[in-house]
Each structure stands twice: as C-alpha cells, then as structure tokens.
C-alpha cells in the first residue's frame, strides 16, 4: 500500500515555498517530474497530501498551456491540441522506455533525454525523409527535462512552419523504439543523417556512373568529407533521398563489407571517425583517447583507416584481400608513384573514391600520374562554383605589407650576394649546359634564376637525371633566404597586434585562427598572445614527449578552442588540410605560401558555412627593398603575392582590400611586368616557391 508523508501540509504551501522562487520554465519541469515519478514509482512520495493532488494537476496544466502559447504565439494554423501536456506526458514516458533499453542508461530516468535516445529518435525521422538539423537544439544544456520540452516544442514549431508532421513521427517513433526489440541492431545500422548539397549529390552521381572509380575535385569548405561518407552510406546503408537523387539502389550484402580510409595523418583519420560516427548515426564507445583512430564496426560491415605512409611497401600490413570501397583524402599527395603513390596501388579494392580540393590543370604532370595510378578526375567544383552556389559564406580578406628589420635586411643582403655569385658560377658552365640538354625545357642557358628554378623543378618531375649538386647548393641557399621572411619580425608583431584588436577591441571578442611558418613562431605568437588572454591554443608536433601524448593534446586543444567563445588556436602546418574549425571568424596567416592552393586552404579554415558569420582573412606578407631585388625569383614571388592574389579574389568574386603598400612601388612595378609573361604565369601554379 503507498505510504503518504508528505514535505508539504498542503498544495499552496507547496507552491509558495517551492515553486514560487522558481522561473515558469523551471516550475513547469519540476510539477512534471512529479507527476511523471507518481505514475511510473509505486512507492514514490508525493509532496502534498493526496487531497491536493488535483490542484497540482491543474496548476501544471495552466502553466503548460501559457508556456506553449507564450513560445508558438505568432505562428498562425497551430492546433494546440497536438502540443497538449498528455502529449508530451505520453512522449516523456516512451523516451523513459526507451532509456532501458539502451546500455548504460538508467531506467529510472523519465526528465531526460540521453545522447543515445535523441540519435536513434533523430535517426528514424532521418529515414522517411526528415531533416534533424531542422530540430537542432544544441543551445540548450542536455541533461535536464528543458531539453526534452524544447525538443517537443521545437517540433510543433517546424510542423506549422514546414507543414510537415514532425511532432507526430516524433511521437511516433518514440512509441515505435520503446516497443522495438532489434534497438540494439539499429543503433549500428549506418543512416546519412544529413542531406547532401546539390555539388555533393552531382559529383557521387558522375562517380556511380564510372563503376564507382574516380576523383572528385571539390574546393576546400565544399563538403569533400560528406560526399565520401555519403558514398558509404549509398552502397552499404541508408541514404534517405537515393531514389531522389537517382543514384544506384544499393544491392543486398550477402557477408560483411570492408572500408578503408586513407589519409596523410592521424588527425586528419581521428576527424573521419568523428564524422562517419556523427553522420551516420552510429553509437560511439567512450574509450581512452589515443590521438588515433579505431576501426568502426557497424551492422553489415567495418571502417579501417591507414595513414599513406603505414601503407608504403616496406610496412607489412594486414590487409583485407579485397576492400569493398577504399577512400582516399587529400588524394593530391599521392602523385608520386614512387613515393605515396604505392599508398595507393597496395590495397585491393572493388571501389575508390579520391577526394582532394585541387588536382591541378588538365596538362599538369602530377594530375596525370595521379589519375593513372588511381582513375580519372570525375567531377570538379572550384571555388567559384562555391560562391555562385552560396556554399561558402560571404567574407572579406585582407593583403597587409610589411618591410623587414634593418638587421633582416642585413641578412637579406648576405643571402642575395651569395645566391649571385653561386648562380654567377653555375649559369655558364658545361655542367649546367649539358644538364639543360637532357631535360624538357625550351631554352638552352639560363637567363636568370627564374630559368633556373624551372629548369630544377621539371628535372624532379619529367626527367630521370640526376640535379647537379651545385644546384641543390644553391636552392638551399634559396631556401635559407626565403626563411629570413618566413620569421620576419615587424610582420609577426603586426599579426599579433591585429589579433590582439580583435580579442579586445571588438565585442564580442572573435574567435581566431592563426598560421605560422613552423614551431618556432607558434610559440613566439603563443607567448605574445598569452598576455592578452588564457584562451591560446597550440596545434602543432611537439607539444608532448611523445607522438601519442602530443595527438592526444593537438586534438584536446582543437576541441577547446571549438567550444571556447573566444580564443587564438595556432598553427604552423597541421590546419592546412582537413581539419574543420567550423566557427572561426578570423583567420590570420603569417606562414609562407607554396602555391594557391595552400592559400585556398588557410582561407577555408574559415570559410565552412556556419550560421550568419561573415569571416575575415588576413594575409601578411614580409618584403625586402629594391637594392636586394634578383630578377627572376624576386619577380615572380612578388608577382604571385601581387597578381595571383588579385586574380584570385577575381575568379571568387571577392576581391581582397590592399593595405598602404610600405615598400619600394618600383619594386612592385618591376615585378608586375615580369609576372604578366605566360610563362611566367605557368610557372607559378606549378612551381612550389615559397612565397612569403
């Protein structure tokens, strides 16, 4: 028989000392949680005595009614019927059902969903066509039953504004799940819980009608990472819109399926568990983090992730005989046929699906290896296509100049008489006008450097002969010049102050990503930083003793900095491919530049879509004065920081604000012309000349 002691001699006594002092929407959550605990325990207590009960009953229908009203006011054709408080009693007690089902959920929780409970609900929805993003509650702290209501009101809402019934599936399979017993098979069942955009949806059509092997060329921030877990889910789950989009009805799987992913690091293999966990709805185990990542088993099958170099032939890997589907990432780097490229030729597969955000011109030699060793580039989408689509967001980017120390320059001066004299020696001899004999270029001597970093770069690509050693003297001589900007101080102090404007200037304070040349100055930007605020973050491979400690600390940091409000995540190289930062709003770049599209990159780091942020990109260049100009690699670095800037914020439809220049115009000029020649022109979108 249920015993009655209750904390209260009556309901208004109740409600003066507890309910009062709360808000509406905490008086609501707590007259729920009593109600619902009267229902579901025989023995529990309730806090009136049982007389009062009603006049609990009824004040919690009043205060329910108003909340609703209060929350769906303004939008028209609602019937209040359907957002009744039984409704959202009834849906209360099936989420409670469904919680026992699930492992490691306590079952006598009814005020709470859990992280399983809301994906496999969200999942469900997600297969008759449904958007989850659309009740997308993530501003509101799980754990608690306001979670549990703002989902249920959030539902009514999309059902009025869509005209899809949202509440009812959600009501629907909340009953369907908490009566289910195969719960535990489909949690493991992969579901593509997001729709994929129309460059996404095209570029998996050209490669299904390719037998499934091929290269999408897709700019950076443009969803390469989603295409290939849609590929996934195509062939070995389920992709709620395949009949939509026309893609192949996936065929039975009569034995288990087997994936490879394959990547160029650990971190950037860690975010592809990540996200075929998130995107496809699979459960997550909560293990030790190991800065790698773990093989993902689901219902028909199982992920395996190799970096490249743990699948060069010299690594004894056990290997599937056959890979079912294999996914290649950042495939531009696996041009090499006698390098990386054997990353590629060792798994057997039946599928591939190269992802890379550029593979070059049709004529560029690395883009024809590549798709000989692999298959052909099936699909490209350029930024440019991204702004016309509205992929990326609207955004600004800034060129700022600055001149070197009178001590860099100093050093400048030495490096330059060096290279001089070295070139001087090289440029007549015999050695060097037999070598120019041997490989493909069009000319017989060498004018100026510009000829002979050209003459360099098509030995390592196109021929089998040997460099002399007299040039690599000299390209390290280069090299070691090209540093003296890298790590020049006056654009380095500048950067900072930029980023200390925003962290303390602006409100709110922004979020902010910065790229360094190498360690070095990340910690010198670090140290710099860590006056104006604690919220620094280093991303780079020396943060720890050792490789497992210092993955653990790169990933620790990029998670922190993802959920801090504002902060500083720095880095030299490591954020330049793959790793998402989704709601930066600044990016600052002080690191030297190979090519476009390592610039491309550092701006993506900014540029996912995310809300209503309009990013801002700062570029920083360091040059040195006329009196230490060399025609021919001078001109042409400057002509890429000058021209291929501009023709780049042309072809984006976003063209970059200049700052004051503060160096020599004539430079500038002279640099200009000699950057306009074709060849030149070529030269720099295959040459890899550090830039900054």
């Known amino acids: 028989m249920r015993k009655f002691n209750p904390d209260y001699s009556s309901f208004r006594e109740y409600k003066e000392q507890e309910l009062k002092p709360k808000t509406v929407v905490e008086q609501l959550l707590t007259l729920d949680d009593e109600i619902a605990n009267n229902k579901v325990f025989r023995n529990y207590v309730i806090p009136v005595p049982p007389e009062d009960w009603r006049k609990l009953e009824n004040f919690y229908n009043e205060i329910f009614g108003s909340f609703l009203f209060e929350r769906l006011e303004g939008i028209e054709d609602i019937d209040l019927s359907e957002v009744s408080r039984e409704k959202f ?12 089902k699930l492992p490691g959920q306590r079952p006598s929780i009814t005020t709470v969903l859990p992280e399983p409970a809301e994906r496999l609900l969200l999942k469900r929805l997600r297969q008759k066509g449904f958007d989850p993003t659309d009740l997308d509650i993530s501003y509101v702290e799980r754990g608690g039953g306001i979670y549990l209501l703002e989902l249920f009101v959030n539902a009514a809402q999309q059902q009025v504004i869509s005209g899809r019934k949202y509440l009812n599936e959600l009501f629907k399979e909340a009953k369907n799940l908490s009566s289910d017993d195969q719960i535990l098979e489909f949690r493991r069942f992969p579901v593509l819980m997001v729709k994929l955009w129309p460059n996404q949806i095209e570029g998996l059509k050209k490669w299904f009608e390719h037998d499934c092997k091929g290269i999408l060329e897709m700019a950076t921030a443009t969803g390469k990472t989603v295409a290939g877990i849609g590929a996934i889910a195509a062939l070995f789950g389920d992709l709620p819109e395949t009949a939509e989009y026309k893609f192949p009805i996936k065929e039975s799987i009569d034995e288990e399926v087997t994936i490879m992913i394959v990547a160029h690091s650990n971190a950037i293999l860690k975010q592809w568990e990540r996200e075929i966990n998130e995107k496809l709805g699979l459960p997550v185990a909560k293990r030790i983090e190991t800065g790698k990542p773990e093989s993902i088993n689901f219902s028909d099958g199982r992920v ?7 699948l060069l032939p010299r690594y004894d890997r056990d290997l599937a005989k056959e890979y079912d589907l294999v996914i290649y990432d950042e495939v531009h780097h696996y041009s090499n046929i006698e390098g990386f490229g054997n990353a590629i030729r060792r798994p057997n597969f039946k599928r591939a699906l190269g992802l890379s955000a550029t593979i070059g011109k049709k004529e560029n030699p690395k883009r024809e290896r590549l798709e000989e060793v692999l298959a052909p580039v099936r699909y490209t989408f350029d930024l440019q296509d991204a702004r016309k689509y509205d992929i990326i967001p609207d955004f600004e980017w800034t060129v700022h100049t600055a001149e070197l120390s009178p001590y860099e320059q100093k050093e400048w001066k030495q490096a330059t008489d060096s290279i001089r004299k070295q070139f001087q020696r090289i440029k007549n ?5 037999e070598f120019l004999k041997k490989i493909p270029v069009k000319f017989n001597k060498l004018e100026d450097l510009g000829d002979f970093l050209h003459a360099s770069r098509v030995a390592e690509v196109k021929s089998k002969e040997s460099v002399p050693k007299t040039w690599k003297d000299l390209q390290a001589t280069i090299n070691s010049r090209n540093w003296v900007r890298h790590r020049s101080k006056p654009k380095l102090n500048e950067a900072v102050e930029l980023a200390e404007k925003y962290l303390t200037e ?14 070095e100055t990340t910690e010198k930007i670090a140290d710099l930083l860590e006056k104006i605020t604690n919220n620094i973050y280093k991303a780079h491979s020396k943060l720890e003793s050792s490789s497992k400690k210092t993955r653990q600390a790169v990933r620790r940091n990029i998670d922190d900095f993802s959920r801090a409000e504002y902060g500083v995540l720095i880095s030299p190289k490591l954020l330049d491919e793959g790793i998402d930062v989704p709601d930066a709003e600044v990016g600052i770049n002080v690191a030297g530049t190979k090519t476009k599209l390592q610039l491309v990159q550092r701006m993506g780091r900014i540029l996912r879509k995310s809300g209503d942020k309009k990013p801002h990109f700062h570029h920083f260049i360091a040059l040195p004065g006329k009196k230490n100009y060399i025609g021919g690699i001078d001109s042409k670095e400057y002509a890429q920081q000058l021209n291929w800037i501009r023709e780049l914020g042309e072809y984006i439809g976003e063209e970059p604000k200049f700052e004051e220049p503060k160096i020599d115009p004539d430079v500038i000029d002279h640099a200009k012309k000699r950057g306009r020649q074709l060849w030149a022109q070529d030269l720099l ?8």
């Open 304 to 310: 395996e992730f190799y970096t490249a170099q743990s």
């Open 89 to 100: 009693h009834f849906f209360r007690e099936n989420i409670a059902e469904l919680n026992k």
């Open 429 to 433: 001899s015999e050695k060097t006008k």
């Open 685 to 692: 979108e295959e040459m890899e000349i550090e830039t900054i």
């Open 506 to 519: 602006i409100e709110p304070a922004t979020k902010i990503v910065m790229h360094a040349m190498d360690i």
